[in-house]
Protein backbone atom coordinates (compact mmCIF):
# COMPACT_ATOMS: atom_id res chain seq x y z
CA UNK A 1 0.00 0.00 0.00
CA UNK A 2 1.22 3.55 -1.13
CA UNK A 3 2.00 6.21 1.36
CA UNK A 4 3.19 9.62 1.80
CA UNK A 5 5.37 11.33 4.32
CA UNK A 6 6.70 14.71 4.47
CA UNK A 7 10.06 15.10 6.03
CA UNK A 8 11.55 17.87 7.64
CA UNK A 9 15.92 17.26 8.35
CA UNK A 10 17.13 20.15 10.57
CA UNK A 11 20.84 20.85 11.66
CA UNK A 12 23.94 20.88 8.85
CA UNK A 13 21.94 19.59 6.05
CA UNK A 14 21.99 22.38 3.34
CA UNK A 15 25.68 22.88 1.65
CA UNK A 16 26.98 19.51 2.28
CA UNK A 17 25.31 17.49 -0.90
CA UNK A 18 22.33 16.33 0.89
CA UNK A 19 19.57 17.05 -1.43
CA UNK A 20 21.61 15.09 -4.54
CA UNK A 21 22.10 12.16 -1.75
CA UNK A 22 18.83 11.74 -0.92
CA UNK A 23 17.57 12.01 -4.42
CA UNK A 24 19.95 8.96 -5.26
CA UNK A 25 18.72 6.73 -2.26
CA UNK A 26 15.12 7.63 -2.90
CA UNK A 27 15.36 6.12 -6.36
CA UNK A 28 17.75 3.57 -5.29
CA UNK A 29 14.70 2.61 -2.97
CA UNK A 30 12.25 3.27 -5.62
CA UNK A 31 10.56 6.04 -3.63
CA UNK A 32 9.37 8.89 -5.46
CA UNK A 33 8.35 12.58 -4.51
CA UNK A 34 10.98 15.29 -4.51
CA UNK A 35 13.31 17.04 -2.09
CA UNK A 36 14.00 20.87 -1.77
CA UNK A 37 16.12 23.22 0.53
CA UNK A 38 14.34 25.49 3.04
CA UNK A 39 14.70 29.41 3.59
CA UNK A 40 15.48 28.28 7.66
CA UNK A 41 18.27 26.02 6.40
CA UNK A 42 17.05 22.54 6.60
CA UNK A 43 15.23 20.93 4.09
CA UNK A 44 12.23 19.11 2.87
CA UNK A 45 11.51 16.06 1.60
CA UNK A 46 8.20 14.32 0.35
CA UNK A 47 7.84 10.74 0.12
CA UNK A 48 5.72 7.99 -1.72
CA UNK A 49 6.02 4.67 -2.17
CA UNK A 50 5.46 1.15 -0.44
CA UNK A 51 5.70 1.88 3.71
CA UNK A 52 8.74 -0.25 3.68
CA UNK A 53 10.80 1.92 1.49
CA UNK A 54 9.59 5.22 2.51
CA UNK A 55 10.92 3.96 5.96
CA UNK A 56 13.94 3.27 4.98
CA UNK A 57 14.53 6.60 3.26
CA UNK A 58 12.86 8.07 6.95
CA UNK A 59 16.50 6.11 8.47
CA UNK A 60 18.52 7.12 5.82
CA UNK A 61 17.25 11.15 6.02
CA UNK A 62 17.84 10.33 10.16
CA UNK A 63 22.00 10.05 8.89
CA UNK A 64 22.21 11.67 5.91
CA UNK A 65 25.28 12.21 3.86
CA UNK A 66 28.95 12.25 5.24
CA UNK A 67 29.36 16.03 5.58
CA UNK A 68 26.11 16.57 6.99
CA UNK A 69 25.03 16.53 10.65
CA UNK A 70 21.34 16.15 11.23
CA UNK A 71 20.00 17.28 14.29
CA UNK A 72 16.26 16.75 13.97
CA UNK A 73 13.60 15.08 11.96
CA UNK A 74 10.48 15.84 12.04
CA UNK A 75 7.79 13.20 10.04
CA UNK A 76 4.24 13.80 8.79
CA UNK A 77 1.85 11.28 7.51
CA UNK A 78 -0.52 12.52 4.15
CA UNK A 79 -2.33 11.47 1.49
CA UNK A 80 -0.37 10.02 -1.78
CA UNK A 81 -0.62 12.24 -4.46
CA UNK A 82 0.50 10.42 -7.16
CA UNK A 83 4.01 11.22 -7.77
CA UNK A 84 5.61 9.90 -10.46
CA UNK A 85 9.74 10.42 -10.18
CA UNK A 86 11.74 11.99 -7.50
CA UNK A 87 12.91 15.10 -8.53
CA UNK A 88 15.28 17.87 -6.75
CA UNK A 89 13.59 21.29 -6.35
CA UNK A 90 15.46 24.46 -6.28
Known sequence: MAVRRTILVSGRVQGVGFRASCFREARRLGVVGWVRNLPNRSVE???EGELEQVEALIAWCKVG???SKV???QVDEEHPQGERSFEIKL
Open 71 to 73: ESV
Open 45 to 47: VIA
Open 65 to 67: PSF
